[in-house]
C-alpha cells in the first residue's frame, strides 16, 4: 500500500482545495454535478513535453473525477505538447500556461527567471524536487536488433544510424546527450566523484575530451534532428529511419507496445541518466485565472495513490512503488542511473556548456558532415 504520510499528505490538500475553490474564478461557468446541483467549470491549461500525451489524456480524467466528487467543480484540463525547450520559450513568450509539466527543471527555472511568472525556488514546493515521476533514457531497436547494440559503444560502431531529437529544442534529447557524456565520464574515471577533486583536474579534463569525442561521432549519425521526442520516435518508427532511436524510457515501451514487439526491442544500456521531470504551478498565470487552488491540487494528484499507478501504467516511474500495480513495476528494468547533479552538478552548467548558442553541441554537430 501507498505509505500512510503520503495518503494523508494528499489527503489533507484536497480538503484545503476546497476552501480555497471558493476563490476561483468568477467567469467559470455552471455544470451540473454527478449529484445533480449545480457546480462551478474550471478549464487549466497544462502546457507539457513531448511524450506526455496519453498520461495526461487519462490523468486529467481521473483528477477531474475526483475533484468533482471532493469539491463540487467540474475541471476541464486543455493540454500542449511538443519538445520541452520549444514549450518553455512559448510560456515565457505569452502562452498563458496554469500549470507546466515539463522535461527537466532547468526549462521551468527559465519560466520563473525571464517570465517572472512562478517563484525561483518553485522546485522546493512539492516532494522529490517537484518530480512525482521519474524515467530513463534506452534504446529502441528493430526487431533482432539486427546491428547487435548492446551499450552505448555499439552506437558508435560500422554504419549505425542514430535518431534523437534537437537539444536544443527538446528535453528528451538533452537527457540522451548528457547520458551518452555521462557513459564516457563514468567510464574514464571510474568514480564520477572525481570531477569535484581539485586534485584529479587533468583526469577529468581528458575524461570530458574523450567523452566529446565520443558523442561527436554519436551525433556525425544521426541523419535527421527532430524537434521532440514524439517526432524522433515517427522518424523511427514510421518513417524507418535509423538503427535505433535514443528514447525515454516509457517512449520506447509505449512504441513497443502499440506497434508489437515483433517489430522492436528496447535495448538498456548498462547505465544511464536518472531523468526527473519537473512540474510547476505557474503562479501569475493562475492567479490571474482564478484557477491556482485547483491547478495546485492537480499537481498533488499526481502524488496520490491514484496518480502514481497512472503514471506507472504509462511507463513512467512512480517515486512511490508501494500500492502500484506489481505488472506495471516489472516493466521497469534494473540498471545503474547516475543523477544530474552527480554527474554535471545540476542542470545550469551543461545547459551553458553545451546547449546554449555556441556552446559544445553547437560546435560539434555538423550536418551532412
Request: with cysteine; charged share 25%.
Amino acid at each position: 500500500m501507498i505509505p500512510a504520510r503520503l495518503t494523508r499528505w494528499f489527503q489533507s490538500l484536497m480538503a484545503a482545495a476546497l476552501i480555497a475553490t471558493a476563490g476561483c474564478s468568477e467567469s467559470s461557468s455552471v455544470a451540473t454535478s454527478v449529484g445533480g446541483g449545480s457546480a462551478k467549470s474550471v478549464t487549466l491549461l497544462n502546457v507539457s513535453y513531448d511524450p506526455t500525451r496519453e498520461f495526461y489524456h487519462e490523468f486529467n480524467d481521473a483528477f477531474a473525477a475526483e475533484y468533482l466528487k471532493q469539491n463540487n467543480v467540474n475541471v476541464s484540463v486543455d493540454q500542449s505538447h511538443g519538445g520541452s525547450g520549444k514549450q518553455a520559450r512559448a510560456v515565457i513568450d505569452g502562452l498563458e500556461a496554469d500549470i507546466v509539466t515539463l522535461a527537466l527543471a532547468y526549462d521551468i527555472d527559465v519560466i520563473a527567471k525571464k517570465g517572472k511568472t512562478l517563484p525561483e525556488d518553485w522546485q522546493s514546493r512539492l516532494p522529490h524536487n517537484s518530480s512525482p515521476y521519474t524515467s530513463t533514457i534506452v534504446f529502441l531497436v528493430r526487431k533482432g536488433n539486427p546491428k547487435g547494440i548492446k551499450d552505448w559503444p555499439d552506437l558508435v560502431k560500422g554504419d549505425v544510424q542514430i535518431i534523437t531529437p534537437n537539444p536544443k529544442t527538446s528535453g528528451g534529447a538533452r537527457w540522451n546527450y548528457l547520458a551518452a557524456w555521462a557513459y564516457v565520464l563514468d567510464k574514464e574515471l571510474g568514480d564520477l566523484s572525481k570531477l569535484t577533486d581539485e586534485s584529479q583536474k587533468e583526469a577529468v579534463a581528458a575524461a570530458n575530451e574523450k567523452a566529446r569525442q565520443f558523442v561527436t561521432e554519436l551525433f556525425r549519425r544521426v541523419p535527421v534532428l527532430d524537434s521532440g521526442a514524439r517526432g524522433a520516435t515517427n522518424t523511427f518508427v514510421q518513417r524507418e529511419i535509423g538503427d535505433v532511436l535514443l528514447a525515454w524510457e516509457n517512449e520506447a515501451l509505449l512504441a513497443a507496445q502499440e506497434l508489437g514487439k515483433d517489430k522492436f526491442e528496447i535495448v538498456t544500456p548498462s547505465i544511464s541518466m536518472l531523468a526527473e521531470p519537473p512540474v510547476a504551478v505557474v503562479d501569475q498565470v493562475a492567479e490571474k485565472h482564478g484557477t491556482k487552488a485547483v491547478a495546485e491540487a492537480y499537481l498533488q494528484f499526481l502524488y496520490s495513490p491514484a496518480g502514481q499507478n497512472l503514471a506507472a501504467k504509462h511507463f513512467y516511474r512512480p517515486i512511490e512503488i508501494e500500492g502500484v500495480e506489481k505488472s506495471y513495476l516489472d516493466r521497469f528494468a534494473k540498471l545503474r542511473l547516475i543523477s544530474i547533479n552527480d554527474a554535471f552538478g545540476g542542470w545550469k552548467k551543461p545547459q551553458a556548456d553545451h546547449f546554449d548558442d555556441g556552446g559544445v553541441f553547437d560546435q560539434i554537430y555538423q550536418p551532412g558532415k
